[in-house]
């Protein structure tokens, strides 16, 4: 079908009250680019500052002297920006809606009592010893403090590190000595799908690692009140600590560069690596895309599904839509618990208007047929969205006929870690929709397609997404390491942002992103290396050498493939495909989970030892006929054995 068949136009009711139209869409836009002073001295008005900034744009992309400034004289604090300038007009209205595991818990957090309780957190922090610079790790469940101990962090100029719950206590281990974290704050345990997950537990193992001795506190909510070891003199109550504390914490004035937050995210090589978010710019970004391109407008219920361990949730649950006065719903289970119908049944519970959800989830939804959304009416959606991995077609057409009711338009937002907000959307007054293309560019971004010698391809045509010029969202560095920032980002192509995605413009300049190009791949949502998992699995002892690929996944998008080589006297076992997958389950957490493991007594190489994963790619995927060029390989043999014992699906 070509792309011009299906087009949804932008709906007439959603462009009477959109924040943007057609003409205002590109009239912004052409603005941000040919003007970007100008355009994001105005935009920057959005933010309280306690000084103005005078300065705008400084940013250099050199490979030389990788060097991003935005607003660099201003001064302000996120947390007031996110709570306090909202107390007079609507300190009575819900800032969170919080929604628990269980259907029956849930409650609502006004931005008077987000206040009360992000300073008493702040407080509790600075008893602890916490103060401006220090870096707090936070691995959490979906709760309230989530939110809080971002805010608090961010109150008294402390950088947060969020590790998402569903990584190991080896992984959380690596993220707290990587970012020399002296507290981390937990809960006792996190409750999914009415399964309870010891978070603590993990907590305790983790910081008996190597290296973590700089960590001097943990501080625990009792989510749970399950049963939990104690380490006196480094374990603290959330509420004995925090209770006691004065409700009022004077905001730290922050400087615009000042960091804000690390974020860990997996890339082609090495460990997970820390960006840098620092605290104007992201601010900025954060609040102007997710007005936009959510058209949110006062009064709405907005929610996100991503978990705060993500940037989706930093800038889409947390910093966005709470800068703008939104109220913002939290869910803390899963939605396929109690029922499969319980992501509408949340809709209608508490009247959501916008959804911003991720393909992996609505591909677990719709494999249970049309009929899963039954016990619910969703008649209040009005904005739909998606993010995380590309999302397709028969995922678009359901997630617009069943969950939107045929009336909801979907923003398809492309962006990453390294962005700190959406790239590439639509807007919903704005654009006309394509199912599968994340459309066109927001304001100030500049993509291009190069082809792999660094040519600027023009027109209809492949090729490797990168950005031509920097936006105020950009991440700044790599946390302690900006050798390497400036390595993986900006030295394929002098002088742009590589994203590491391969693209596809159309003939109407829609851009449709096709996936990595490098070894990351993206398991329901999920960014991981390749490396990581294979480094995981050397460390076994059966195991001689592992190549790990990605393969198509009806309801993951891209699922695990893994290639063991064993040493000499191993026995290939079905038992030990289940050890190795429990290794690395443990290692890096079950996110991580190997889909399929197929014993390789070699592996296709180049004479000069690389492993060519692009023919292990095509045998993962039930792709034999089309190899391509096999000549370089050291042993051509290797490749006829792996397709005849490839795991059949
Ligand atoms: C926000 C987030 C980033 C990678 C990115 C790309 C993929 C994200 C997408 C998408 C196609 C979309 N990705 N959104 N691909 N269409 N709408 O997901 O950040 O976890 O860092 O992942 O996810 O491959 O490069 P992050």
């Known amino acids: 079908m070509s792309d011009q068949q299906n087009v949804y136009p932008v709906r007439d009711d959603i462009a009477a009250k959109a924040w943007a139209d057609k003409a205002t869409y590109q009239a912004m836009y052409q603005q941000s680019v040919n003007e970007p002073d100008t355009f994001w001295a105005e935009q920057a008005k959005r933010i309280d500052w306690v000084k103005a900034p005078s300065k705008i744009k400084h940013t250099s992309f050199d490979p030389h002297n990788v060097d991003i400034r935005w607003f660099e004289d201003g001064t302000l604090n996120a947390s007031t920006n996110c709570i306090d300038r909202h107390l007079e007009q609507r300190g009575d209205q ?38 401006k610079g220090d870096v707090v790790t936070l691995y959490m469940p979906m709760i309230p403090e989530a939110a809080v101990a971002m805010l608090a962090c961010a109150r008294i100029g402390a950088v947060h590190s969020v590790v998402f719950g569903g990584f190991s206590p080896d992984a959380l281990a690596q993220r707290v000595v990587g970012a020399n974290s002296k507290l981390v704050i937990t809960a006792d345990e996190s409750v999914r799908g009415g399964k309870h997950v010891p978070l603590k537990d993990n907590v305790d193992a983790a910081l008996t690692r190597d290296g973590t001795e700089i960590c001097k506190n943990v501080l625990v909510v009792k989510r749970t009140g399950g049963e939990i070891e104690w380490n006196d003199g480094r374990d603290v109550w959330y509420a004995d600590v925090v209770d006691k504390q004065s409700a009022d914490c004077p905001a730290e004035e922050m400087n615009a560069e000042d960091p804000l937050f690390i974020l860990y995210t997996s890339g082609s090589t090495g460990a997970p690596k820390g960006l840098k978010h620092t605290t104007g710019g992201y601010m900025v970004y954060a609040s102007l895309t997710h007005q936009y391109v959510f058209d949110y407008q006062d009064g709405e219920i907005y929610w996100c599904t991503a978990d705060v361990g993500w940037v989706t949730g930093h800038s889409y649950i947390v910093y966005g839509p709470l800068a703008n006065g939104g109220t913002t719903l939290m869910f803390e289970g899963v939605p396929s618990y109690p029922t499969h119908g319980r992501m509408g049944d949340i809709v209608d519970k508490h009247k959501v208007n916008i959804l911003y959800t991720a393909p992996t989830a ?36 359901w997630f617009y006929r069943v969950i939107g009711n045929s009336k909801c338009p979907i923003v ?25 293309s994340a459309t066109l560019p927001f304001f100030g971004v500049q993509p291009a397609l190069f082809d792999s010698e660094g040519n600027t391809l023009e027109g209809a045509v492949e090729g490797n997404l990168v950005l031509t010029d920097s936006w105020p969202g950009q991440a700044r560095s790599i946390w302690g390491d900006h050798e390497r920032f400036t390595q993986t980002y900006f030295s394929t192509y002098k002088g742009v942002y590589f994203t590491g995605d391969g693209c596809r413009r159309d003939e109407d300049g829609y851009y449709w992103i096709t996936g990595r190009v490098d070894d990351v791949i ?53 038992e030990l495909k289940k050890e190795l997958t429990q290794w690395v389950r443990k290692d890096i957490g079950p996110i991580a989970s190997p889909d399929v493991i197929q014993w390789a007594p070699g592996l296709p190489k180049t004479r000069s030892g690389k492993i060519m994963r692009r023919i292990l790619r095509k045998i993962a995927a039930n792709e034999c006929d089309g190899l391509g060029d096999t000549s370089t390989l050291a042993d051509p043999g290797v490749v006829d054995e792996l397709i005849e014992n490839r795991a059949v699906r």
């Open 94 to 131: 819900t800032a969170i809606i919080w929604e628990g595991d269980d259907p029956n818990d849930s409650a609502h957090i006004t931005y008077r009592d987000l206040h009360e309780r992000t300073c008493k957190l702040a407080n509790a922090l600075k008893e602890l010893g916490i103060g």
């Open 412 to 436: 398809d937002t492309w962006w990453q870690t390294e962005t700190g907000g959406i790239m590439i959307a639509p807007l919903p007054g704005a654009t006309d929709l394509k199912p599968g």
């Open 522 to 574: 993206n398991v329901s949502g999920h960014r991981m290396g390749t490396a990581e998992i294979e480094s995981s699995l050397v460390a076994h002892d059966a195991v001689a050498e592992a190549a790990v690929v990605g393969f198509p996944h009806d309801i993951k998008g891209q699922g695990i493939y893994i290639y063991v080589t064993l040493n000499g006297d191993v026995e290939p076992t079905d």
């Open 362 to 397: 609505i591909r677990a939804l719709m494999a249970h047929g049309d009929s899963v959304m039954d016990s619910s009416q969703r008649d209040t959606l009005r904005i739909l969205g998606s993010v995380g991995e590309p999302i397709n077609p028969e995922a678009w057409d």
